[in-house]
């Protein structure tokens, strides 16, 4: 199923240095005016921009992380007996599904929680590390050489929390107009969320990407995420 969208509108909004600070929520007043004015896809050249960041970045992440991912294959393998990757099918570009990869960092077979909690017993030692400094998403660049996902995107949700989004978020499906990414601005600008609620917040900060989107803000994501990778601030 295709999801279309109204055209995008001739103005252009821009980011100020305060909601790149927000944390939680951004104020209806300041952005109600356009928050339903999307494109319905990227133009061809914004879209050459965008795989072209994709492949850059991915392709040198693959070579200079290529140690850190055997050394975290060993970890794995040391620490919780079980699978090295964690696959699960996610929520791409139109609504289709595809399998994501990650490094699995919790125990095989662990008591089923679609959350992520704080402290959460389910993730062994160098899981907890490996989800603070963002490596178990380094599987997720073959996804993105694959076309299944963007670096950079709304985040790609389960697909059973898909479906219950969609029942009771007015709109959730706006955000399956782009193909997912590994980072994005509600990555980078909200706590990980962990209810309906936070899914509800976050989208209105994937509402803000689609709509606002230009190759500066892409690089200004990349460079807040390694903000993030250095400063731990993962879960």
């Not at 994709?54 to 060993?74: E, G, H, K, Q």
């Not at 970890?75 to 609504?95: A, C, D, H, T, Y």
């Amino acid at each position: 199923m295709t999801y279309t969208l109204p055209p995008r509108h001739s103005s252009s909004f821009h980011l100020t240095q305060e909601k790149y600070k927000a944390k939680v929520t951004i104020p209806k007043a300041k952005i109600e005016n356009y928050l339903n004015k999307y494109q319905s896809s990227y133009t061809k050249g914004q879209y050459l921009q965008k795989r072209g960041v994709d492949f850059v970045f991915s392709t040198l992440l693959l070579i200079f992380m290529s140690p850190i991912a055997l050394y975290t294959i060993y970890r794995i393998k040391k620490e919780s007996p079980g699978p090295i990757f964690f696959k699960q099918s996610r929520v791409g570009l139109n609504g289709k599904t595809f399998t994501c990869y990650k490094f699995r960092s919790m125990h095989h077979n662990s008591e089923f929680n679609p959350y992520t909690q704080k402290c959460d017993s389910r993730i062994f030692p160098f899981g907890q590390l490996m989800r603070k400094m963002r490596i178990d998403e380094l599987p997720q660049l073959f996804n993105i050489l694959k076309g299944d996902m963007h670096l950079i995107g709304p985040r790609a949700e389960w697909d059973i929390l898909v479906k219950k989004y969609e029942e009771i978020i007015p709109n959730y499906h706006i955000r399956h107009t782009v193909a997912p990414g590994i980072t994005g601005l509600a990555q980078v600008l909200y706590p990980y969320g962990c209810n309906t609620q936070d899914a509800r917040n976050k989208l209105r900060y994937d509402k803000i990407y689609i709509r606002s989107w230009s190759l500066k803000l892409e690089l200004k994501i990349v460079w807040k995420t390694i903000n993030v990778i250095l400063k731990r601030k993962g879960q």
